[in-house]
């Protein structure tokens, strides 16, 4: 029988910082700098990483740059406006004719000629050749030929109504820093610099690993009059690659899909050896858990570091993370509903870390606007009294006081009259039909001492 008593269990948070911090271990390859949080003792709830080494890189084209991580500094190509610049609709004047005159007085202007001594003008249009002042348009009565003008204001001083060469930005000046998030305003401005593409940190690649001999993709087709013959009778369909490509795909990454694996020792260490050399980041489907097929932790300790087998919150107990290869390997474990948590949890701080992003995820003050079901939310998530379905506690309490285990609670949260958030506990497990009316969830803390929130505290939750 295998021996499970030397797993090794982390939090949600001590787990994604070990990782990083085995990332930033590796002599070569993608690398991070100044990870400083170590699996125990990290801040509840936050992620302590350095800055990104940014070897992995592409050139996008501007238009396609928008919500992607800039890899280098970006500056401009050349200085902007690159001549002296109109700053509006006008025309263009001489200086020199309002020079000797008393401030606000207007010279006579019946002898001016277009293209002498006057000139259209345009916002952004470059001022024409000898002009160096404008005045606004409305100040101007131009002639029905359009040759002759009179004007009834005097400009302020030499170069007023222009934007001098350089004004806006100077070659060479930085548009956007390395680590930046491309927003629409920012690829903007360094459009305005010249610049045509811009280095961005290459889009995380997924690799999802389902394995299990129960599982078959779905759509087989079902005869209810001949049941007992039915394709898949008896087996789950797979559709956590679904959810996998779903999610990746909406955190910025690249999808790559393995077919179903079955529970084999060589099928897993071969599919995880394949998917190592094409992928950033591997997920393996079968975490860590404990039935006489899964064979996932012994075959990632057989290939590299483990990290840790199981975490300390339910859904998503037997999640695990491994480094092989210099790639990091997230083990979720379950059905979809569970898996969802898992990969938030797990896999979307990894594609943040890889993108170049803080790997921490948001969390937004609630109030609670209901208790709590009372209730036990341990590693089996229904606290039942019967010894041989309830999972006993592995892994005790690091300090008196402090949670052993966390439960996943679903909510629904509404923003009140008054602004502020408020959540409704939602009944029923994940994946349940009253799961899908809940937009957020909490972790519940459970252990010794540790008192629930009541109705009316503050909770800090995350949105689904």
């Not at 001594?117 to 409305?138: H, K, L, R, S």
């Not at 997920?283 to 039935?291: I, M, P």
């Not at 997230?330 to 803080?358: E, H, K, Q, W």
């Not at 921490?360 to 079901?373: D, G, K, Y």
């Amino acid at each position: 029988m295998k021996d499970h008593s030397q797993h090794i269990q982390l939090s949600r948070e001590e787990a994604v910082a070990a990782t990083l911090a085995a990332l930033d271990a590796r002599p070569e390859g993608f690398g991070w700098r100044g990870v400083q949080a170590q699996a125990k003792g990290v801040d509840a709830g936050k992620f302590h990483v350095g800055k990104v080494e940014r070897k992995l890189v592409e050139r996008v084209s501007l238009a396609e740059s928008v919500g992607r991580v800039l890899a280098y500094d970006v500056c401009a190509v050349n200085d902007m406006p690159s001549a002296l610049t109109c700053a509006m609709d006008s025309i263009a004047l001489h200086w020199s004719d309002f020079a000797d005159l008393v401030d606000g007085e207007v010279p006579d202007t019946s002898s001016w000629v277009r293209g002498r001594d006057w000139e259209f003008a345009n916002t952004g249009v470059a001022m024409p050749e000898g002009f160096d002042t404008a005045i606004v348009i409305e100040h101007a009565k131009v002639s029905a030929d359009e040759q002759h003008v009179v004007i009834d204001a005097a400009p302020s001083k030499p170069g007023a109504g222009t934007r001098p060469v350089g004004s806006a930005m100077r070659r060479g000046d930085v548009l956007g820093r390395a680590g930046q998030l491309i927003t629409p305003d920012l690829a903007a401005r360094m459009g305005s610099g010249n610049n045509g593409s811009v280095p961005v940190v290459r889009r995380p690649r997924v690799a999802f690993i389902p394995t299990g001999n129960e599982l078959v993709a779905p759509g087989v087709p079902f005869d209810p009059e001949r049941a007992a013959s039915f394709a898949a009778r008896g087996r789950n369909f797979e559709t956590n690659s679904v959810l996998v490509k779903a999610k990746c795909e909406q955190w910025g990454g690249c999808f790559i899909p393995f077919d179903i694996v079955p529970d084999r020792r060589d099928a897993i260490e071969e599919a995880i050896a394949q998917a190592v050399e094409q992928a950033d980041i591997v997920v393996l489907n079968a975490g860590s858990s404990k039935g006489s097929d899964d064979w996932s932790c012994e075959v990632m300790e057989q290939m590299g570091q483990m990290i840790c087998h199981q975490t300390n919150h339910g859904p998503g107990h037997h999640s695990s993370f491994a480094i092989v290869d210099g790639t990091p390997i997230v083990g979720i474990s379950g059905p979809s509903a569970g898996a969802s948590f898992t990969l938030n949890f797990y896999l979307r701080p990894l594609m943040r870390a890889f993108s170049g992003l803080d790997p921490e995820v948001p969390r937004t003050p609630m109030v609670l606007a209901e208790a709590f079901p009372a209730g036990g939310h341990g590693p089996k998530g229904h606290g039942g009294t019967v010894r041989g379905e309830d999972r006993p506690a592995e892994h005790p309490a690091h300090k008196p006081g402090e949670p052993e285990f966390f439960g996943i609670k679903l909510l629904r949260a509404e923003r009140a009259e008054d602004g502020t958030l408020r959540a409704w506990p939602v009944p029923g497990r994940p994946g349940s039909p009253e799961s899908f009316e809940a937009n957020a969830y909490y972790m519940l803390p459970n252990g010794p001492g540790i008192k629930a929130p009541e109705r009316g505290d503050v909770i800090w939750a995350e949105w689904r």
